[in-house]
């Protein structure tokens, strides 16, 4: 059944879709959008990313499409895929709007502040409210690559759609 997209009905498709993680900084270039593209790879450094032989992967944010939403005047939603390396690393963040992560593949552990860390497995779902702590995001596998579908729901400027935050 195909349900009316309300502003009750948006957190639903939100849900469904699934968005995430706000694990970067994505910024949509609207004049390639509307070629039908989008701008390039954002990478997300991890926690103690740098550091020598121990620094961990960067996460890879994949925009794919920022579209306004007409029943909601002054909100956009923006998908993305999140590619997480083995023993990729998100630290502690916070999204302007709202955020549902679906888990395409691998295993990721996230942990909302607050809350226990959960590891999520492929097909499962986890759900940020605006302003929520995100205390951080990692690739529960040091040998496998995991992916996410990230979707967001926030103001109308598809731009940065996380805050990084001090540990």
């Not at 959960?118 to 040998?143: C, R």
């Amino acid at each position: 059944m195909i349900e009316d997209v309300s502003s009750r009905g948006l957190i639903g498709v939100a849900a469904i879709a699934a968005g995430l993680l706000g694990m970067a900084v994505v910024q949509s270039n609207r004049a390639s959008t509307a070629a039908g593209e989008m701008g390039a790879h954002v990478h997300m450094m991890g926690a103690d990313a740098g550091e020598g032989a121990t620094a961990r992967p960067t996460t890879t944010v994949k925009p794919l499409s920022c579209e306004k939403l007409p029943n909601v005047p002054g909100h956009s939603i923006t998908t993305a895929l999140v590619e997480f390396p083995p023993n990729a690393y998100t630290p502690r963040h916070r999204h302007p709007g709202s955020v549902t992560a679906f888990v395409i593949k691998g295993a990721l552990r996230s942990q909302m502040e607050g809350g226990p860390a959960v590891t999520y497995s492929q097909g499962q779902t986890w759900f940020e409210a605006p302003g929520a702590i995100h205390s951080f995001a990692e690739n529960a596998s040091a040998t496998e690559p995991a992916e996410l579908l990230a979707i967001f729901v926030a103001e109308d400027d598809c731009g940065p759609l996380t805050i990084p935050l001090p540990n």
